[in-house]
């Protein structure tokens, strides 16, 4: 005998399930949200836009390719949404043989040119490196050991005077050497570079110069002894004649100590070398 189905019913369980069928319910359900699938233009901010980046993402984005670091103090917006987007910027850097350093503790986010296992650079680059001169080298330790004392302190910023970076540098010019017009001259021009990658911040003094937490990170505590050291050897091996390193000082007095001095034009750190950001070019 052929059993009639119930009209009236409208729902049946599963004795075996806790899960509700609905076979007479189908046509009366909301309509689910549509899930936005690859081809979604939701992210699209101009006509054919393809980027799968929201605005501030790409904002992020352009302002670590742009500058040559990102920090709350500069750029608060970016900062917070490199934090929170850090593994997907990571990848579009990465895209480009960059590689993203985020370092938490400094408040800095920055990249620098990928390179293969080896040591060696095999990839196409969009970053080049340049020298610090002896002047901003000294510069750069001096700033470190202050940042280091105020923080330790207990201040929250660490300022000095334009004159006070003046006579540190002054006090490593060889007794001999007498056109200090033209030493200061290059202190100025080695202060001005590292105001310019903001290293230096400057304020409404334009005497006075706030240092740059980022400088933590261009020159770690471990390499203050060691680049100290090196700048008395030079000092000690420069001809009275010349103002030059004599030639036969020691074969690598005119070079940085494992290439401290030296700067990647657009990241603040490498792992063998301390480099200045510079800013937008």
Do not use: C
Not at 127 to 141: A, F
Not at 193 to 217: C, F, G, M, Q, W
Not at 226 to 252: F, G
Request: a negative charge; proline letters at 6%.
């Amino acid at each position: 005998m052929t059993s009639e189905t119930d009209p009236t019913a409208t729902a049946t369980t599963d004795p075996t399930s806790d899960d509700l069928t609905t076979d007479g319910l189908d046509a009366f359900a909301p309509a689910e949200a549509p899930v936005a699938g690859p081809d979604d233009d939701s992210f699209a901010l101009f006509e054919g836009d393809e980027g799968r980046l929201d605005a501030a993402q790409r904002r992020a984005l352009v302002a670590l390719l742009k500058h040559r670091y990102v920090s709350p103090a500069l750029q608060p917006a970016e900062w917070r949404t490199v934090l929170e987007s850090e593994s997907l910027l990571r990848s579009r850097l990465n895209e480009l043989f960059l590689e993203l350093e985020v370092d938490r503790s400094a408040e800095v986010a920055f990249k620098r040119q990928a390179g293969s296992e080896s040591g060696r650079r095999p990839f196409p680059t969009l970053l080049h490196d340049t020298s610090y001169s002896r002047e901003e080298t000294i510069l750069l330790v001096y700033l470190r050991t202050r940042l280091r004392t105020e923080l330790a302190n207990g201040a929250r910023a660490a300022i000095v005077e334009h004159d006070e970076l003046l006579g540190f540098v002054a006090s490593f010019r060889p007794e001999h050497a007498t056109d200090r017009a033209r030493d200061d001259g290059r202190v100025e021009r080695a202060i001005d570079k590292l105001l310019t990658a903001r290293v230096l911040l400057r304020t409404k003094d334009a005497r006075r110069h706030r240092i740059a937490s980022v400088v933590e990170t261009l020159l770690p505590l471990e390499r203050l002894q060691e680049l100290l050291e090196w700048l008395e050897t030079q000092t000690a091996a420069v001809d009275p004649a010349s103002e030059q390193p004599r030639p036969d000082a020691d074969a690598d007095s005119d070079h940085e100590p494992n290439g401290t001095a030296a700067e990647s034009q657009d990241s603040p750190d490498d792992r063998t070398q301390p480099q200045a950001a510079e800013d937008d070019r």
